[in-house]
């Protein structure tokens, strides 16, 4: 994987000192609350419920074990012992002092991490298939482009100050394990008939109160080319992305409003004037890059696993990947234990994985936009003995993919935008589902809960989602049904009126009940949506 | 009631005032009356709180001072979902108020 | 001259140019094309710096507003100026704080007018906050990258 050199460290180290100098500039008074504010979300630091809560940027969600480890570390040193794994790759601890920031950010840069544009109207982490480098059916490793674009977007000076925040995902496999869609821009790494790589531009997707699926721009961009393309999209956002209205702000509104047709036109325009003030990086820092991402050395070992063992054949079946090397799969940590809250890790379960990852996976760690963890490449021949680890860690459900190994964001009980808890929820629907035995007979069925319109918990694109609202003070809860971040994006539609919290959970059991009722074959839940309409759900949701 | 919320500007705590300073107990929140936008004003100038706001809220016959709005009863108390850490660890059945 | 619409010389806290400072009053984008002998010009967010190109050759001074920091359209409106090969001042006025300078510096800005006055010693800091740039603007600077393969 990227390591820094000389340069990236000096940056992220220049960066430290700027934000200790800004801080101390707020602590001071010289930077008032709406001065610092924005200054402080670049670096990740939003002021929540409770305390400030730190954002901390996992590049395409790649980190090796001593990264791992730091943030176990920090979680101990700095926070209340834990962190919370989130759907855009990254880590926050929730417990922060603006005193402290400037010192975690400074640990973190010892082991070459950050927390740079984690938040913002600025170009944001990069995000990434989470299976790169490692999955059977990927074209390439999309993770030398992202860490090419993770340079480019650092502390660009055109684009600091966006009309709204701006997201990228890069792939490259035909199966979309990123949401990539989803996103402000999506890149799909292609080959042409030729057979020379380049990039397929999607611009203009996201979820939030308006979602939208991004159209393709450009169906092939060379690779000696793709930074310039990048910029050129993002000028036209800069200078013409509506900057009245904060709800309008994003890409997705300027190509919508503009029609695909006129924004491409423009992007054109400006990618024929960029093209021509050379601002393209060399190719061979491409090059140089992809060094990085050199396979591990693999060996060839046991291809089959032994399912002698029950409960480790369920876990295989549900936790696995199929890997590039037949001798290794990807092995899914699961952070969604029965009752549990999704996505958290204590310090010492962090160190734990850090520990698996060192120990059975050439010390690299993932994390997966569903916010569980992936141990990229581990010998089958060495699964049993890690999962045996990872049971005795209470790191071992095995439900990825199912209806317990929901998304959900932090919602009300931690974040200052929510409008309702998430968490409970999660907690209530996995316990009910785990104790009727339901999950496994259900299968695949992507689950996602969002506290809030902002919809950090992707419900517009789960099987089943879930919005908590505010309805006069009280929580409330607006189902709907149909949505898919894969490949085959669409967004979910509400099933109708709302739901109580009791409520809500009762309607997930009868939409369930439904598919169960009326599932062929091997249909999975959105299969069976999409062949049978909304119409028996809601028949069963609210009567005649 | 009107009471007074905001963040500690160094630690981020939630705090309320009390009529002198800012305390870290919901229960300690005065009635500031007609005078929250000058007091408001005033502590952030100070920097004693940051992004301070007021709210309503009611006193309650044990004298128990009650948020009207959830999110503020979360703030009060911590998150529902970690009894462990919030003011009231001893009291999982303190989780009930904020609902 | 007025100074009706613009910031006069004693307002330019720093200048990155050995030239004099000029001291014109500016147009507005509309009025510097309609102006044969307008040579000074100030941009609000929301004006197209393209419709300016043809008048290049006779502005000495551009002007860019930042009524609001946070609105971000002026670091495009500068990179586009100096992109076609605007040699003139460029100076970024209004809303213009600390943590901006570098960016403004690196997007073409050589003249900095703020309404209120900035930390001298906070400042200077900021105009050197990177050593080296991950990108290739219009300062002239040798990327990171560019530099890793000499």
């Not at chain 1, 101990?76 to 919370?84: A, I, L």
């Not at chain 1, 002092?97 to 082991?111: G, S």
């Not at chain 1, 913002?120 to 790169?132: K, L, Q, V, W, Y």
């Not at chain 3, 500068?78 to 970024?92: D, K, P, S």
């Amino acid at each position: 994987m990227y390591s820094y050199d000389h340069y990236d460290q000096a940056m992220v180290d220049a960066r430290v000192e700027e934000f200790r100098d800004q801080a101390r500039r707020r602590l001071e008074g010289k930077l008032t609350e709406d001065q610092f504010k924005p200054l402080r979300l670049m670096n990740g630091l939003y002021l929540q419920l409770h305390a400030y809560m730190l954002r901390v940027a996992i590049p395409y969600g790649t980190l090796n074990s001593r990264q791992m480890h730091a943030l176990g570390d920090i979680a101990d040193k700095y926070d209340r012992g834990y962190g919370h794994f989130t759907t855009r790759q990254n880590l926050q601890y929730n417990w922060i002092k603006l005193e402290d920031a400037a010192d975690i950010l400074a640990d973190l840069a010892k082991v070459e991490m950050h927390a740079i544009q984690t938040s913002g109207n600025c170009i944001r982490n990069i995000s990434s298939d989470h299976f790169a480098g490692a999955a059977a059916d990927e074209l390439v490793d999309p993770r030398p482009y992202a860490e090419l674009m993770r340079q480019w977007s650092s502390f660009h000076p055109e684009f600091t100050y966006l009309p709204r925040k701006f997201k990228i995902a890069v792939i490259a496999a035909e199966k979309d394990r990123a949401a990539m869609r989803l996103h402000d821009i999506g890149i799909q790494i292609v080959q042409n008939e030729a057979g020379e790589l380049g990039a397929r531009f999607y611009v203009g997707g996201g979820m939030g109160r308006t979602p939208m699926i991004a159209p393709m721009i450009r169906n092939f961009v060379p690779l000696d080319q793709l930074i310039t393309y990048a910029e050129a999209c993002l000028r036209v956002y800069n200078r013409y992305g509506r900057r009245d209205n904060k709800y309008k702000a994003r890409i997705k509104i300027l190509v919508h409003e503009l029609g695909k047709d006129e924004y491409t036109r423009q992007v054109e325009e400006e990618f024929a004037h960029l093209l021509s003030q050379g601002i393209e990086p060399p190719l061979a820092e491409l090059e140089r890059i992809r060094t990085h991402f050199a396979d591990p050395a693999f060996e060839d070992g046991t291809k089959q696993v032994d399912r002698s063992d029950p409960d480790f054949a369920v876990w295989v079946d549900r936790n696995t990947h199929r890997h590039k090397h037949d001798s290794y799969v990807s092995a899914v940590i699961s952070l969604k234990p029965v009752g549990g809250i999704p996505g958290d890790a204590t310090g010492e379960q962090i160190r734990i994985m850090a520990r698996l990852a060192k120990q059975y996976s050439f010390d690299e760690l993932r994390i997966m936009h569903t916010q569980n963890v992936v141990l990229p490449h581990v010998k089958i021949a060495d699964l049993h003995a890690l999962w045996t680890e990872l049971e005795t860690a209470g790191l071992g459900a095995p439900n990825m993919d199912t209806i317990e190994d929901m998304i959900a964001c932090p919602g009300l009980d931690y974040c200052a935008l929510a409008n309702a808890r998430s968490i409970p929820l999660a907690q209530r629907i996995s316990e009910r589902f785990d104790a009727s035995d339901k999950t496994a007979r259900l299968g695949e069925l992507k689950m996602k809960i969002s506290g809030c319109i902002n919809a950090c918990g992707h419900h517009h694109a789960g099987h089943i989602g879930i919005l908590g609202v505010d309805k006069k003070g009280t929580e409330n809860y607006q189902l709907s049904l149909g949505g898919s971040e894969a490949e085959d994006t669409s967004l979910a539609k509400i099933t109708g009126p709302g739901f109580t919290e009791d409520g809500v959970i009762e309607a997930v059991d009868k939409v369930t009940d439904v598919y169960l009722e009326q599932r062929q074959g091997e249909e999975r839940f959105l299969d069976t949506y999409r062949r049978i309409g909304m119409e028996p759900f809601k028949e069963a949701l609210y009567g005649a | 009631m009107i009471i007074l919320t905001g963040n500690d500007l160094k630690t981020g705590a939630v705090t309320w005032w009390n009529g002198a300073d800012w305390s870290l107990y919901v229960d300690d929140a005065v009635d500031v009356g007609e005078q929250a936008e000058e007091i408001l004003a005033r502590e952030e100038a100070l920097r004693r709180v940051n992004v301070p706001y007021s709210i309503q809220a009611t006193r309650e016959d044990d004298g128990k001072v009650r948020p009207a709005h959830i999110k503020d009863r979360i703030r009060a108390l911590g998150p529902t979902v970690r009894p462990d850490l919030t003011l009231k660890p001893q009291s999982p059945e303190a989780i009930d108020w904020v609902i | 001259m007025g100074h009706d619409l613009g910031t006069s010389p004693d307002d330019v806290q720093f200048r990155f140019r050995d030239d004099e400072v000029v001291d014109h009053g500016t147009v507005t984008v509309d009025a510097c094309c309609d102006q044969t002998n307008a040579t000074a010009v100030r941009i609000e967010p929301g004006d197209d710096a393209r419709v300016l190109l043809p008048y290049l050759d006779r502005i000495a001074l551009v002007e860019v507003n930042f009524p609001s920091f946070g609105d971000g359209r002026g670091y495009s409106a500068a990179r586009i100026l100096r992109e076609a090969g605007y040699t003139g001042e460029l100076r970024a006025v209004g809303d213009v704080l600390i943590d901006q300078l570098s960016h403004m510096r690196r997007c073409g800005f050589d003249a900095f007018a703020p309404d209120k006055r900035l930390d001298e010693e906070d400042a200077a800091r900021a105009f050197a906050t990177w050593d080296n740039v991950y990108q290739r603007t219009v300062d002239g600077r040798r990327t990171i990258q560019e530099l890793r393969h000499e």
